[in-house]
């Protein structure tokens, strides 16, 4: 048996090292990488399943093509001749801008980008814009601050006060949970924000829990507080901080008692906070991506931001309000080719159901899907369903029929993680890595890069460039020589970023139009958004419309991302079964009792479900555990709606109300 240095190249804040035993062969085993410098052996469910998706039966090992009775395996030859004639055709009637190319971040080697290229080599293709996951935040932090920057977690050690804003590291990130664990030995205070109860290292010393989309009027009321008892730091304000005067104006109109009734809290409990972030400085917040899933979510992200830069915790070892960082991708090559691109158009993100629907001059006629299960991870699942089925041809990239690929004319099989050579970094570590091939790919099995190396060889697109992968990944980090990255370096082990230090804005030098940080942001003026950090409620906040009196919150499941992993023998008793969990006063008024099943309704659709008893969320709200398929019988998207946030694009998944009842009751 032998053991092999990688990379998780999962989407997440850790990217972990990893250490992959081969025997004979064969993947036999996955454990966490002690040399790593960021994740330091610890590994989550997730990143030990690659092993088993990789040998999983359902696993697509062949190019398949829908017939009538249902998929055929083919040859990868037939399939590349199958899709060039069919993509041919439809540029040749419509343009290429018949061809929509929806692409995550299912996966985040750099490779992967030759997908794009491919496309834009086509001709340019239409594509989704804004995010599906993060768009309103950064947007936000890039108003506040030029670009979002984030500290290192072995910073929280500098830490006195730590908020956990709409952050789940149990769920999410447990890599920080042992900084969390240390700075709280060392005195630091707790404070978690979160309708939910969530798991921490040690009791926090607050827990508040705002009703669903409305933190940003907790965050202005906190700032109330601290203005209004002397808890500012003048001297950042006024050497770092522009537009103060317009923003303590807004400030003053949330006084507690205000916003205690709009976030249904105890007004002593946001006086409690403000004093405690306030007063035990260095303070740390780290923001989730919930709390900006909503229709106000930009504003939100805007005003949480806001407390860091009137106490001045800015700059500071131990501060911060760590989102993400502005990632490698500047200092790495581009692979994605838009100067090949003649034409593009763009379909927002949040009503792409619709708007493949809708589209015209010309109609969507194609789809390419890599990186992404669209179906089940968009909004409003009946009209994304709705929008494929209208089109003519539709080409997946996956390893499952999942319910997108079920939709799919032609599914290519792409090679795993342990098969193919990429580099993988994101915009939540400063790490870059090498993931090498260390077993031979299953069956027909090929990378996403080497796919459309073949199929722009295939049609001729002689603009794509070289067709060996091994070019391209030379190509990615040749700009990032000069900072001492390279493929030799990497093999010996993940490299730091040069620019990301273990402190955001160390050098107060904010890449705002002011060159500081801004309260009043001429750039939001200008796209339209109100220039100052402001609470307007949410389409679905408050008091819920009669008809749905439940706010419906879909987070992540600590053994799945997204929707991968879902199908997996070993989550047979967890995402299959779609459950809905209630708050044991709210279970009880719907006469419900754990384990009863129900449906889940809202303005969208309506999904059956097992009630599960939890007394750790809000009476008002009902949560489902986003990512499941519809395959199994499950898939939240099919209740939330196609809405967006008020900046960046994104889809304001967590802005939806609803109704449980009974199965069966009218």
């Known amino acids: ?132 996951c993060w768009g309103a935040g950064y947007a936000a932090q890039t108003y506040d601050f030029g670009t979002p920057g984030t500290h290192d977690w072995s910073d929280l050690s500098n830490s006195r006060c730590i908020v956990l804003w709409g952050r789940d590291p149990s769920r999410t990130n447990i890599h920080v949970i042992p900084h969390i664990r240390q700075a709280q030995q060392n005195g630091a205070r707790l404070l978690v924000i979160n309708p939910l109860s969530i798991d921490t290292p040690g009791k926090p010393d607050l827990h508040i829990a705002p009703r669903p989309g409305t933190d940003g009027a907790l965050a202005l009321a906190m700032a109330h507080v601290i203005i209004n008892e002397g808890l500012i730091d003048r001297d950042f304000i006024s050497q770092h901080v522009h537009g103060y005067s317009d923003y303590s104006r807004i400030v003053e109109g949330f006084s507690p008692r205000r916003a205690a009734e709009i976030c249904d809290v105890p007004e002593a409990s946001i006086q409690k906070a403000a004093r405690m972030y306030a007063r035990h400085k260095p303070a740390a917040i780290l923001l989730g991506y919930g709390l900006q899933r909503y229709s106000n979510g930009g504003q939100t992200v805007r005003a949480i931001d806001a407390l860091c830069a009137i106490t001045g915790n800015i700059g500071v070892p131990g501060g911060g309000a760590s989102y993400a960082h502005s990632g490698w991708k500047h200092i790495l090559g581009d692979l994605k080719g838009n100067h090949l691109a003649h034409s593009r158009r763009t379909i927002p993100w949040p009503r792409l159901g619709t708007g493949i629907t809708e589209a015209d001059d010309p109609p969507i006629r194609a789809i390419l899907v890599t990186r992404s299960n669209p179906v089940t991870q968009l909004a409003h699942t009946a009209r994304v369903k709705s929008a494929f089925a209208q089109a003519e041809f539709v080409v997946v990239v996956d390893f499952f029929i999942n319910d997108t690929a079920g939709l799919a004319d032609i599914i290519l099989p792409p090679a795993g993680p342990f098969e193919h050579e990429d580099v993988v970094c994101n915009s939540w570590s400063p790490y870059i890595a090498l993931a090498p091939q260390i077993i031979q790919p299953l069956g027909e099995t090929r990378s996403d890069a080497q796919i459309f190396c073949d199929l722009a060889r295939h049609m001729g697109l002689y603009e794509f460039g070289p067709t060996d992968p091994a070019e391209w990944l030379e190509q990615v980090l040749r700009p990032a020589t000069s900072y001492g990255v390279s493929l030799e370096r990497l093999r010996q082990g993940p490299i730091r970023h040069p620019f990301v230090g273990p402190v955001a804005w160390q050098d107060r030098k904010f890449k705002t139009p002011s060159g500081k940080f801004e309260l009043y942001s001429s750039a939001a003026a200008s796209a339209g958004i109100s220039p100052l950090p402001d609470y307007i409620p949410a389409k679905e906040a408050g008091a819920p419309a009669s008809a749905y009196t439940l706010h419906l919150l879909t987070p992540h499941h600590s053994d799945y991302l997204h929707s991968q992993f879902v199908n997996l023998k070993s989550n047979e008793d967890t995402l299959r079964t779609p459950v809905v969990w209630l708050h044991p006063q709210a279970a009880k008024a719907r006469g419900l009792a754990d384990g009863d099943r129900a449906t889940v309704a809202t303005a969208q659709g309506t999904l059956s479900a097992t009630v599960r008893i939890a007394d750790s969320q809000r009476e008002d709200t009902a949560v489902i555990f986003q990512g499941g398929w519809h395959k199994f019988g499950a898939g939240v998207n099919l209740l939330t709606p196609e809405r967006e946030s008020d900046m960046g694009l994104t889809i304001a998944y967590y802005d939806c109300t609803c109704e449980v009842k009974r199965e069966g009751c009218a």
């Open 1 to 132: 048996m032998h053991w092999y240095r990688s990379v998780c190249p999962l989407d997440c804040f850790a990217h972990c090292g990893l250490l992959v035993a081969v025997d004979s062969g064969k993947v036999v085993s996955v454990k966490g990488d002690p040399d790593h410098p960021l994740t330091r052996g610890m590994v989550c469910s997730k990143a030990k399943k690659h092993v088993e998706r990789t040998y999983s039966s359902e696993r697509i090992l062949a190019p398949l093509l829908r017939e009538k009775q249902g998929f055929r395996q083919i040859s990868w030859g037939e399939a590349y001749d199958i899709i060039a004639e069919r993509l041919s055709r439809i540029k040749q009637e419509y343009g290429s801008l018949a061809l929509l190319h929806h692409s995550g971040s299912g996966y985040e080697g750099m490779l992967a980008d030759l997908a794009t290229r491919f496309c834009n080599a086509y001709g340019g293709p239409t594509v989704p814009e804004g995010s599906t």
